[in-house]
Protein backbone atom coordinates (compact mmCIF):
# COMPACT_ATOMS: atom_id res chain seq x y z
CA UNK A 1 0.00 0.00 0.00
CA UNK A 2 1.62 3.59 -1.22
CA UNK A 3 2.35 5.83 1.79
CA UNK A 4 -0.33 8.99 2.72
CA UNK A 5 0.20 11.67 0.61
CA UNK A 6 2.16 9.89 -1.83
CA UNK A 7 -1.09 9.94 -4.30
CA UNK A 8 -0.32 14.03 -5.26
CA UNK A 9 3.53 13.40 -6.10
CA UNK A 10 3.03 10.43 -7.99
CA UNK A 11 0.12 12.07 -9.60
CA UNK A 12 2.07 15.54 -10.29
CA UNK A 13 5.37 13.05 -11.66
CA UNK A 14 2.52 11.16 -14.21
CA UNK A 15 1.78 14.43 -15.51
CA UNK A 16 5.60 15.59 -16.01
CA UNK A 17 6.38 12.40 -18.02
CA UNK A 18 2.87 12.85 -19.91
CA UNK A 19 4.15 16.41 -20.93
CA UNK A 20 7.98 15.15 -21.59
CA UNK A 21 5.79 11.75 -23.76
CA UNK A 22 3.94 13.77 -26.04
CA UNK A 23 7.09 15.94 -26.83
CA UNK A 24 8.97 12.73 -28.04
CA UNK A 25 6.36 10.62 -29.31
CA UNK A 26 3.07 13.20 -30.13
CA UNK A 27 -0.13 13.03 -28.65
CA UNK A 28 -1.07 10.08 -30.47
CA UNK A 29 1.95 7.72 -30.42
CA UNK A 30 2.21 7.47 -26.58
CA UNK A 31 0.69 4.90 -24.27
CA UNK A 32 -0.55 4.59 -20.69
CA UNK A 33 2.62 2.68 -20.73
CA UNK A 34 4.78 5.09 -22.23
CA UNK A 35 3.97 7.75 -19.32
CA UNK A 36 4.20 5.04 -16.20
CA UNK A 37 7.60 3.78 -17.20
CA UNK A 38 9.11 7.29 -17.77
CA UNK A 39 7.57 8.26 -14.67
CA UNK A 40 9.48 5.35 -12.84
CA UNK A 41 4.87 3.50 -12.01
CA UNK A 42 3.83 0.84 -13.29
CA UNK A 43 0.85 1.18 -16.03
CA UNK A 44 -1.80 0.15 -13.55
CA UNK A 45 -0.70 2.80 -10.79
CA UNK A 46 -1.26 4.63 -13.38
CA UNK A 47 -4.60 3.62 -14.42
CA UNK A 48 -5.55 3.31 -11.16
CA UNK A 49 -4.88 7.63 -10.25
CA UNK A 50 -6.19 8.73 -13.60
CA UNK A 51 -8.27 6.13 -14.75
CA UNK A 52 -7.47 6.44 -18.81
CA UNK A 53 -5.06 8.02 -20.97
CA UNK A 54 -7.35 10.65 -21.83
CA UNK A 55 -8.59 11.74 -18.80
CA UNK A 56 -4.35 12.07 -17.58
CA UNK A 57 -4.34 14.14 -20.66
CA UNK A 58 -6.90 16.45 -19.32
CA UNK A 59 -5.29 16.27 -16.24
CA UNK A 60 -1.90 17.59 -17.90
CA UNK A 61 -4.13 20.21 -19.49
CA UNK A 62 -5.54 21.68 -16.61
CA UNK A 63 -1.95 21.48 -15.07
CA UNK A 64 -0.70 23.63 -17.50
CA UNK A 65 -3.59 26.17 -17.50
CA UNK A 66 -2.83 25.79 -13.86
CA UNK A 67 0.55 26.92 -14.33
CA UNK A 68 0.25 29.61 -16.76
CA UNK A 69 -2.27 31.13 -14.35
CA UNK A 70 -0.15 30.97 -11.67
CA UNK A 71 3.03 32.72 -14.48
CA UNK A 72 0.09 35.44 -15.11
CA UNK A 73 -0.89 36.02 -11.21
CA UNK A 74 2.94 36.52 -10.32
CA UNK A 75 3.14 39.47 -12.89
CA UNK A 76 0.06 40.95 -12.09
CA UNK A 77 0.99 41.23 -8.28
CA UNK A 78 4.12 43.18 -9.81
CA UNK A 79 2.32 45.62 -11.69
CA UNK A 80 0.72 48.36 -10.86
CA UNK A 81 -0.78 50.58 -13.25
CA UNK A 82 -3.40 49.19 -15.90
CA UNK A 83 -1.53 49.49 -18.73
CA UNK A 84 1.25 47.76 -16.82
CA UNK A 85 -1.14 44.99 -15.65
CA UNK A 86 -1.81 44.59 -19.32
CA UNK A 87 1.44 44.14 -20.14
CA UNK A 88 1.77 41.45 -17.13
CA UNK A 89 -0.80 38.89 -19.21
CA UNK A 90 1.17 39.43 -22.35
CA UNK A 91 4.64 39.01 -20.73
CA UNK A 92 2.72 36.33 -18.95
CA UNK A 93 1.77 34.22 -22.17
CA UNK A 94 4.98 34.64 -23.67
CA UNK A 95 6.99 33.79 -20.64
CA UNK A 96 10.11 31.70 -20.88
CA UNK A 97 8.84 28.62 -19.12
CA UNK A 98 5.73 28.74 -21.83
CA UNK A 99 8.55 28.32 -24.15
CA UNK A 100 10.27 25.11 -23.42
CA UNK A 101 10.28 22.26 -26.46
CA UNK A 102 7.72 19.69 -23.98
CA UNK A 103 5.57 22.70 -22.78
CA UNK A 104 5.07 23.89 -26.13
CA UNK A 105 4.30 20.26 -27.94
CA UNK A 106 1.87 19.62 -24.95
CA UNK A 107 -0.43 23.04 -25.75
CA UNK A 108 0.07 22.47 -29.23
CA UNK A 109 -1.45 18.69 -28.67
CA UNK A 110 -3.90 19.99 -26.32
CA UNK A 111 -5.11 22.13 -29.28
CA UNK A 112 -5.30 19.83 -31.84
CA UNK A 113 -7.31 17.43 -29.28
CA UNK A 114 -10.10 20.19 -28.21
CA UNK A 115 -11.16 19.81 -32.35
CA UNK A 116 -12.49 15.93 -31.00
CA UNK A 117 -12.31 16.00 -27.58
CA UNK A 118 -14.79 17.29 -25.44
CA UNK A 119 -12.74 17.69 -22.03
CA UNK A 120 -9.79 19.76 -24.13
CA UNK A 121 -12.38 21.50 -25.82
CA UNK A 122 -14.22 22.38 -22.30
CA UNK A 123 -10.73 23.17 -21.38
CA UNK A 124 -9.62 25.46 -23.85
CA UNK A 125 -12.91 27.21 -23.53
CA UNK A 126 -11.95 28.30 -19.82
CA UNK A 127 -8.56 28.99 -20.63
CA UNK A 128 -9.90 31.66 -23.46
CA UNK A 129 -13.28 33.51 -21.06
CA UNK A 130 -10.62 33.93 -18.24
CA UNK A 131 -7.86 35.25 -20.85
CA UNK A 132 -10.32 37.61 -22.09
CA UNK A 133 -12.14 38.46 -19.35
CA UNK A 134 -8.62 39.07 -17.32
CA UNK A 135 -7.75 41.34 -20.49
CA UNK A 136 -11.12 43.32 -20.50
CA UNK A 137 -10.94 44.08 -16.55
CA UNK A 138 -7.35 45.70 -17.26
CA UNK A 139 -8.16 47.31 -20.59
CA UNK A 140 -11.57 48.99 -19.02
CA UNK A 141 -10.14 51.94 -17.18
CA UNK A 142 -8.36 52.71 -20.13
CA UNK A 143 -10.76 52.32 -22.94
CA UNK A 144 -14.13 51.99 -21.34
CA UNK A 145 -17.14 50.48 -23.31
CA UNK A 146 -13.74 49.56 -25.75
CA UNK A 147 -12.48 47.15 -23.54
CA UNK A 148 -14.43 43.83 -24.59
CA UNK A 149 -14.02 43.65 -28.74
CA UNK A 150 -9.91 44.71 -27.55
CA UNK A 151 -9.68 42.03 -25.24
CA UNK A 152 -11.22 39.39 -28.06
CA UNK A 153 -8.63 40.96 -30.16
CA UNK A 154 -5.75 41.00 -27.97
CA UNK A 155 -6.60 37.38 -27.08
CA UNK A 156 -6.95 36.23 -30.86
CA UNK A 157 -3.11 37.84 -31.35
CA UNK A 158 -1.75 35.90 -27.86
CA UNK A 159 -2.86 32.71 -29.57
CA UNK A 160 -1.73 33.38 -33.54
CA UNK A 161 1.54 35.00 -32.41
CA UNK A 162 2.18 32.28 -29.78
CA UNK A 163 1.84 30.04 -32.41
CA UNK A 164 4.30 31.49 -34.30
CA UNK A 165 6.52 31.29 -31.57
CA UNK A 166 5.81 27.82 -30.67
CA UNK A 167 6.88 26.59 -34.21
CA UNK A 168 10.29 26.93 -35.63
CA UNK A 169 9.70 26.73 -39.09
CA UNK A 170 7.85 30.54 -38.61
CA UNK A 171 11.12 31.89 -36.80
CA UNK A 172 9.63 34.26 -34.80
CA UNK A 173 10.99 33.95 -30.92
CA UNK A 174 8.73 35.04 -28.65
CA UNK A 175 10.42 37.99 -27.91
CA UNK A 176 9.67 39.17 -31.35
CA UNK A 177 6.27 38.40 -31.40
CA UNK A 178 5.89 40.21 -27.56
CA UNK A 179 7.03 43.43 -29.02
CA UNK A 180 4.54 42.59 -31.96
CA UNK A 181 1.16 42.51 -29.51
CA UNK A 182 2.84 45.47 -27.66
CA UNK A 183 3.62 47.47 -31.03
CA UNK A 184 -0.72 46.37 -31.54
CA UNK A 185 -1.59 47.33 -28.16
CA UNK A 186 0.12 50.65 -28.09
CA UNK A 187 -1.44 51.28 -31.52
CA UNK A 188 -5.35 50.63 -30.78
CA UNK A 189 -5.07 52.10 -27.06
CA UNK A 190 -3.49 55.37 -28.81
CA UNK A 191 -6.64 55.75 -31.83
CA UNK A 192 -9.01 54.64 -28.59
CA UNK A 193 -7.55 57.93 -26.23
CA UNK A 194 -8.39 59.90 -29.31
Known amino acids: MPKL ?20 RGLNGVTMGDIAKRA ?9 YFGSKDELLSATMRHLLTEFALTARRRLAAAGDPRS ?41 IYLKRLEANLRHELRPLVGDGAAPLAR ?32 VDGRLAVARR
Open 5 to 24: GMQPIRRRELIVAAVEAIHE
Open 40 to 48: GVSPALAHH
Open 85 to 125: RVDAILEASFAPEQFSPAVTSAWLAFYMQSIHDRAATRLLA
Open 153 to 184: GIAAMIDGLWLHAALPTLHRSPDEALGILRDY
